[in-house]
């Protein structure tokens, strides 16, 4: 508590809020989600204190509203928030990774909310290139790839951060550049719409990932029949079944797709 007190945290006001939380029976999953907000708001007044800078709770921010039960970004308050309370500063430290919803329930983002944040804070305030931060290297001998590769590269389970990162960037033109935290002599990848010619046009890299299955649906009764596709994808989709790959041979006679492992029983059953 006296560590708290001292980066300036209301820690009676949150001790009230978990009372509140707990009398009117409010999700386990939101009060999570409240206190590790508070949790990084901590660290990021941590940093800007050590560093001398502005603090910004990230939350102030991010915008989301509700639609169909699904949590979505709103993007023109979010980068209007922005423009609004970033804009007289030079230096500044958000903490990130959780946004308000129109209710004013703290939400999180989820996997690389923090560099959304930046991503965001980058186009609001029209940057000339966005740093990303990242601790695992998993790109090796490629300096500069495509907004399109990259969202390729995201779409692994080990992926530095999700590709819904690089869209705010993409649309605004404005360069990505990763770095690794851990390994300073790594070289920077630069992300970006200018294809790298350097290197072969006709494949531009290699994905493995390890946690999928590939399913393989063949015979006659596929050739010529339509809709069959659609039944297939149908059923799975009915029982929230992500597909990660798709591939269709030029005779018809066969469709194959992948998921991940811990849904093959699943679909074996539902196919």
């Given at each position: 508590?006296?560590?708290i007190?001292?980066?300036?945290?209301?820690y009676?006001?949150?001790k009230g809020?978990?009372?509140?939380?707990?009398s009117y029976?409010?999700?386990?999953?939101?009060?999570?989600?409240?206190l590790?907000?508070?949790?990084?708001?901590?660290?990021?007044?941590?940093?800007?204190?050590?560093?001398g800078?502005n603090f910004?709770?990230?939350?102030?921010?991010?915008?989301?509203?509700?639609?169909?039960?699904?949590?979505?970004?709103?993007?023109?308050?979010?980068?209007t928030?922005i423009?609004t309370?970033?804009?007289?500063?030079?230096q500044?430290?958000?903490?990130?990774?959780?946004a308000?919803?129109?209710k004013?329930?703290?939400?999180?983002i989820g996997?690389?909310g923090?560099?959304l944040m930046?991503?965001l804070v980058?186009?609001a305030?029209n940057a000339?290139r966005?740093?990303l931060?990242?601790?695992?290297e998993n790109?090796h001998?490629?300096s500069?790839?495509?907004?399109e590769?990259?969202?390729?590269?995201?779409?692994s389970?080990?992926?530095?951060f999700?590709s819904?990162v690089l869209w705010?960037?993409?649309?605004?033109h404005i360069p990505?550049?990763?770095?690794?935290?851990?390994?300073?002599?790594?070289?920077?990848i630069?992300?970006s719409?200018i294809k790298?010619?350097t290197y072969n046009?006709?494949?531009s890299?290699?994905?493995?990932?390890?946690?999928l299955?590939?399913?393989t649906?063949y015979?006659t009764?596929?050739?010529?029949?339509i809709?069959?596709?659609?039944?297939?994808f149908?059923s799975?989709?009915?029982?929230?079944?992500?597909?990660r790959f798709?591939?269709?041979t030029?005779?018809?006679f066969?469709?194959?797709?992948?998921?991940?492992?811990d849904?093959?029983?699943k679909v074996?059953?539902i196919?």
């Open positions: 508590k006296e560590h007190n001292y980066l300036d945290v209301d009676e006001f949150i809020y978990l009372t509140h939380a707990i029976n409010v999700p386990i999953s939101s009060i999570t989600d409240y590790l907000a508070q949790c990084t708001n901590v660290c990021a007044k941590a940093i800007s204190q050590l560093a800078v910004m709770d990230g939350r102030e921010l991010v915008v989301c509203e509700d639609k169909n039960n699904i949590n979505s970004f709103n993007w023109n308050s979010t980068l928030n423009r309370k970033c804009h007289d500063k030079q500044l430290v958000i903490s990130g990774g959780y308000r919803t129109l004013g329930e703290v939400l999180s996997k690389g923090a560099n930046a991503s980058g186009v305030m000339d966005i740093e931060f990242v601790d695992n790109v001998n490629v500069s790839i495509t907004y590769e990259a969202a390729h590269l995201c779409s389970n080990s992926a530095p999700p819904i705010p960037a993409k649309n605004a990505i550049v990763v770095k690794y935290i851990l390994n300073n002599n790594s070289e920077e630069i992300i719409s790298d010619e046009n006709d494949v890299g290699i994905l493995v990932d390890n946690d299955s590939l399913i649906v015979g009764g596929l050739l010529g029949h809709g069959a596709s659609s039944a297939i149908s799975l989709a009915a029982e929230k079944i992500n597909i798709i591939s269709q030029t005779s018809e066969a469709i194959s797709f992948a998921v991940s492992n849904n093959t029983e074996s059953n196919l």
